[in-house]
């Protein structure tokens, strides 16, 4: 699943978002908390299920981050999200899911176009 939101604010300030891995649950309804040690990110959801994640890429220069999921739900996970500047005050955020079993790909895939939209919502409001 891949899905990307045009923003009206300059790549680096979306990143400053995006790009921390402890800042998630700021723009990712459904998170009530994100906690990284190391190479590893805990998600927390609002049902309270605690979820560690492997950071497997944390890139400031190509503004990539890519982490897997290391839940017994899931057989395969990589989730990327890259800001790719269009303009001094325009990017391009494209957050991909690929996992295994599909449905789960399909449900993440799911709840990552409502985080484009709100990551989206954030920055354009800081104008």
Do not use: K, N
């Not at 605690?50 to 395969?76: K, N």
Request: hydrophobic share 40%.
């Amino acid at each position: 699943m891949r899905y990307h939101r045009r923003v009206r604010r300059s790549a680096a300030d979306v990143w400053t978002l995006a790009g921390d891995p402890a800042r998630l649950h700021e723009w990712f309804p459904g998170i009530t908390s994100s906690a990284v040690e190391g190479t590893t990110r805990t998600i927390v959801t609002g049902a309270g299920l605690p979820m560690p994640e492997e950071i497997l890429v944390l890139d400031h220069t190509q503004r990539r981050f890519q982490y897997r999921v290391a839940s017994p739900l899931f057989q395969y996970h990589r989730g990327s999200i890259d800001v790719i500047e269009l303009g001094d005050a325009e990017c391009l955020v494209v957050y991909t899911t690929d996992a295994d079993p599909r449905t789960m790909a399909l449900v993440v895939g799911g709840a990552t176009a409502g985080a484009l939209d709100e990551l989206c919502r954030i920055m354009e409001e800081g104008d």
